[in-house]
């Protein structure tokens, strides 16, 4: 009987030893795929931020006004599902200019690429965190 308990005794000891390494590499690879996920979401954002620029530099109202709904679409998410503080902060005072940006592109006003300008700036700042 004793040994029958030291055997198991063992066996649990064997067993935790197996998964506790095995547990952490999982957990540190989960924080790894979340941190590329974030980083895939911001880089969609500044493409479309780029993109809505270079269409409206381009006097292509429509295919910017696209550009443009597709880029406030993925900050508002961004926003949403973010933890830094900061980044959240930047998406958010970027997301108050939507309805003058898609207004003034709706529009044709040619000076809707000065408006966006500062736009571009804080989502490429942002980036660089």
């Not at 649990?12 to 197996?18: A, N, Q, S």
């Not at 952490?24 to 969609?44: D, F, I, N, P, T």
């Not at 292509?60 to 973010?82: E, I, V, W």
Request: with cysteine; glycine share 10%.
């Amino acid at each position: 009987m004793r040994n029958f308990v030291i055997g198991v005794v063992l066996l649990l000891i064997g067993v935790l030893l197996g998964f506790i390494p095995q547990y952490a590499k999982a957990h540190r690879l989960q924080q790894q795929v979340e941190s590329c996920g974030a980083e895939l979401q911001l880089a969609q954002v500044r493409q479309s931020a780029a993109l809505m620029y270079v269409a409206t530099s381009q006097l292509n109202y429509g295919n910017a006004s696209g550009y443009a709904a597709q880029f406030f679409d993925q900050a508002q998410a961004l926003a949403g599902s973010t933890a830094d503080a900061g980044l959240r902060s930047t998406f958010t005072e970027i997301l108050n200019s939507r309805g003058k940006i898609t207004d003034d592109l709706s529009k044709g006003t040619a000076g809707v690429l000065a408006e966006m300008q500062p736009l571009v700036m804080k989502v490429e700042q942002g980036a660089g965190r």
